[in-house]
Structures are given as structure tokens and as C-alpha cells.
Nanobody
């Protein structure tokens, strides 16, 4: 059974940093790209970042480029999102996801990030 468990969210002041973690299980982690999405209240879910299987290719949404860094550890089945210089508009629930796979319908519970101004 595929499981994605996000953690690391919290309340932070604007300009601060957080590191999100996602523990993945139930599939061969190293074979799939991984993504982080976020969803703010009243808004559609937004793609934040994607990392390739080996970590050699990284892609970011325009709103987070230069501030967020996605990474992964295939030996631990973990994917991370380092978020720096956070802004109030980054407030959302953050989810990790397995794109373009048989598991694309799976979502974790997400982790709440709240940035105060």
C-alpha cells in the first residue's frame, strides 16, 4: 500500500525558513520522480517543485524559484523541501506526490505551513 507522510510544517514569520519531509513507502521509490504541491484556502492545488529519480533534474514553480529547494534520499525513501525567505503567500497545506506513475492518485494528509507577516 502506497503511503506518503508529510511533516515539518508549522508557523513561521515572513523571511523565515522551514524544511518539509515526506516519507514514502509501498512502492519502489528510486524509480519515480517526486513532486511537492501546495493548496491554499479557496485555491487550486499548485505544483511547487519536481525532482527526477536521481535528483539530477529539478523544476520549480515560478513563485518559489530561488527560495525553495527540493531534494531526495533514495536510500531512505525520503523527499524534502527546503523553504527559505518564506512569504505570507506561501501559506498552504503542502503535499508530496508521485507524478506520472500508477500511484498518481495517492496523496498524503499534507502538512500545514503558515507564514505570518
Amino acid at each position: 500500500q502506497v503511503q506518503l507522510v508529510e511533516s515539518g510544517g508549522g508557523l513561521v514569520q515572513a523571511g523565515g525558513s522551514l524544511r518539509l519531509s515526506c516519507a514514502a513507502s509501498g512502492f519502489t521509490f528510486s524509480r519515480y520522480a517526486m513532486s511537492w504541491y501546495r493548496q491554499a484556502p479557496g485555491k487550486e492545488r499548485e505544483l511547487v517543485a519536481t525532482i527526477s529519480t536521481t535528483g539530477g533534474t529539478l523544476n520549480y514553480g515560478d513563485s518559489v524559484k530561488g527560495r525553495f529547494t527540493i531534494s531526495r534520499n533514495n536510500s531512505k525513501n525520503m523527499v524534502y523541501l527546503q523553504m527559505n525567505n518564506l512569504k505570507p503567500e506561501d501559506t498552504a497545506v503542502y503535499y508530496c506526490h508521485i507524478p506520472v506513475s500508477p500511484y498518481s492518485g495517492n496523496w498524503g494528509q499534507g502538512t500545514q505551513v503558515t507564514v505570518s507577516s
